[in-house]
């Protein structure tokens, strides 16, 4: 469990800053936004301003919690389990965009939650096993997965809780239990399949990392000794696609052939080779699709998938009666978010993303959170 000091740092840069220069840059900013932007940051809540004092209400909280974190995180002599369960429980409450979706991680406005096809497999149960790094990120692909396949778990390393059920998991006897890895001795899906039928009557559970790359060779080390791992063949299923389906909201080098692919792909291709069901392949793919169409709106780009209507539809209707004339502006602003606002946001979400522009609306006036969201630097 190595810190990395650059982490530490890009924590410490910003923390400092006078917190009442930033509420008022906040709120000024918030001024600005229509009431089609305050549904899609899930800001609207019908009245004048309740709505924005309870996002800065919010933001305020998490700057303290920041704040008493990084002071927690100065201590040298803190152990690393500490150290990490600090961290992964501050990102678990607040993830990285307030009022972001508690499940699929979106602005509420473009929540994908409930457009999730799903999927049961027949006898391999799925365990997401994310770093704080993606955890409440937009562009994260593996947050769909409890959605799309029935019994799914996300669990956020080095969360206490959630370290515990992974234990919990791989101690299950039950099961035979093994670890997505691209290892040299790592077994194929067929005798990872064989050994399971051999085992334990054919149940599996596997576990999918979801980091970058050098963070999740830190979490392998997690792992005890002898933990079983699993890797894709060379010529799996993924090969009809060159390139990663999450590319257009992430940066992503080589191509799929060196392993640079998603967790939904790679969980995609891992249950093909184990069940041999292509909907299911297809479908999460299809997920996958629609969820990074979501997250290019919320950075305020255009749709790559074509998985939804690129803006609204209208709700003008020239017969409508005289009593609504003035609210045209509302109305029209009202029907890109309004719908899906409500199915995720209870809780608050958190900061910056590191891949940038995370609350870039839909408008491009609308760029005004993204700047105070910054502010609260990364994980
Ligand atoms: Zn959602």
């Not at 997401?128 to 994260?140: F, Q, R, Y």
């Not at 006897?173 to 899906?189: F, H, K, M, V, Y």
């Amino acid at each position: 469990m190595v810190e990395d000091p650059e982490e530490l740092d890009r924590l410490l840069s910003d923390v400092g800053d006078n917190e009442e220069e930033l509420v008022a840059k906040l709120m000024t900013q918030l001024q600005g936004l229509s009431h089609k932007q305050q549904r899609l940051y899930g800001i609207w809540d019908g009245t004048s301003d309740g709505g924005r004092r309870a996002f800065v209400d919010r933001w305020r909280a998490r700057h303290a919690e920041r704040r008493a974190m990084v002071e927690a995180l100065k201590d040298p002599a803190r152990d690393p389990r500490d150290r990490m369960a600090l961290r992964s429980e501050y990102i678990m409450r607040w993830r990285k965009i307030l009022f972001s979706c508690p499940t699929c991680w979106l602005l509420p406005g473009l929540c994908v939650c409930g457009r999730m096809q799903r999927f049961s497999t027949s006898r391999t149960k799925l365990v997401v096993h994310a770093h704080h790094g993606e955890w409440g990120s937009a562009s994260n692909s593996g947050s769909i997965l409890p959605n799309s396949l029935e019994g799914a778990e996300i669990l956020l390393y080095g969360y206490p809780d959630h370290d515990r059920r992974l234990r919990e998991l791989l101690a299950d006897t039950s099961r035979t239990t093994a670890l997505l890895w691209p290892g040299a001795d790592s077994l194929l899906p067929e005798q990872l399949s064989a050994l399971a039928d051999e085992r334990t009557g054919g149940r599996l559970t596997v576990v999918a990392l979801d980091a970058t790359w050098g963070n999740a060779r830190r979490m392998q080390g997690w792992f005890p000794k002898g933990t079983l791992t699993v890797r894709l063949p060379p010529e799996s299923t993924l090969k009809e696609n060159k390139l990663s389906l999450l590319r257009p909201v992430r940066r992503y080098r080589g191509d799929l052939e060196n392993g640079r692919v998603s967790t939904v792909e790679a969980v995609a291709s891992l249950l093909y080779e184990l069940e041999g069901d292509e909907a299911m392949y297809r479908g999460l793919l299809d997920n996958l699709k629609i969820k990074v169409d979501a997250c290019r709106l919320q950075k305020n780009r255009s749709l790559v998938y074509d998985t939804q209507a690129p803006e609204e539809r209208s709700e003008r209707r020239p017969w409508r009666r005289g009593g609504q004339r003035g609210q045209d502006g509302g109305a029209a602003g009202g029907s890109a978010g309004g719908s899906a606002a409500g199915s995720g946001a209870d809780s608050p979400g958190e900061e910056s993303e590191t891949e940038g522009s995370p609350a870039a609306a839909v408008t491009p006036v609308a760029a005004p959170l993204n700047t105070i969201a910054s502010t609260a630097g990364s994980q």
